[in-house]
């Protein structure tokens, strides 16, 4: 193949991505849910991102239904997932820079969830095995997905790693570092996040 077909297969794949990009933009913001100039929204189709009405999302935040890593920095439907679910919950914000991946698994955030910036939500991780590049290997699935309830409010710089549920009403400190599962109204912190407190009435 010539130089100029590749620039021009290349071009055509950038036009559909940025197609993709404006369709999904415009459906979100029909529905309610306001989108910083910023935003980036990456999905496949038969994967979901489901933002629902009264939702936010700041400027420099990336949501994606995605495959491998490898392919991430090029957006075009083929390196999209199959199947991925990111989901949102009514009235929920979404702070700048965060870095929302529900590939390889579903993640679920409820109603009147808050996150500031710079949060990070992994759904899955690579398989680490032996014998073969990490970047190529299949998803773990020992691993995958998270569900967020209700009414959380996740600090700044917050990473959510694969397989965690954060019960209704819980706090995450700025910072924390989360690999476990977080009851409802208990404040943790710290790397690895830990129990600190817990909500009271009053």
């Known amino acids: 193949m010539s130089r100029l ?22 459906s979100q913001q029909a529905a309610g849910v306001t989108l910083a100039p ?7 189709g038969r994967g979901r991102i489901d933002l629902a009405a009264g939702v936010v999302i700041g400027d420099g935040t990336l949501l ?3 495959t491998q890593s490898a392919e991430l920095t090029q957006f075009t439907p083929s390196a999209l997932s199959e199947g991925a679910v990111l989901q949102v919950g009514r009235g929920s914000a979404i702070n700048e820079y965060c870095n929302l991946r529900a590939a390889g698994g579903d993640i679920l955030i409820g109603a ?14 690579h398989g680490i095995r032996l014998g073969e590049p990490m970047i190529r290997q299949p998803w773990d699935a020992t691993r995958r997905g998270v569900v967020i ?3 959380v409010w ?3 710089n917050v990473v959510v790693l694969p397989g965690v549920r954060i019960g209704d009403g819980a706090i995450v400190a700025a910072g924390a570092v989360v690999n476990t599962d977080i009851p409802s109204q208990e404040i943790w912190g710290g790397v690895p996040a830990r129990r600190m407190s817990v909500r009271r009435s009053g």
């Open 5 to 26: 077909s590749i620039f021009a297969v290349l071009l055509v794949r950038r036009g559909m991505a940025v197609l993709l990009q404006c369709w999904e933009r415009a």
């Open 38 to 44: 910023t935003a980036r929204l990456v999905r496949s």
């Open 64 to 66: 994606i239904a995605a």
């Open 112 to 125: 009147d969830c808050m996150l500031a910036q710079f949060v990070t939500i992994v759904a899955t991780n």
């Open 149 to 151: 309830g209700d009414d």
């Open 154 to 156: 996740i600090g700044a």
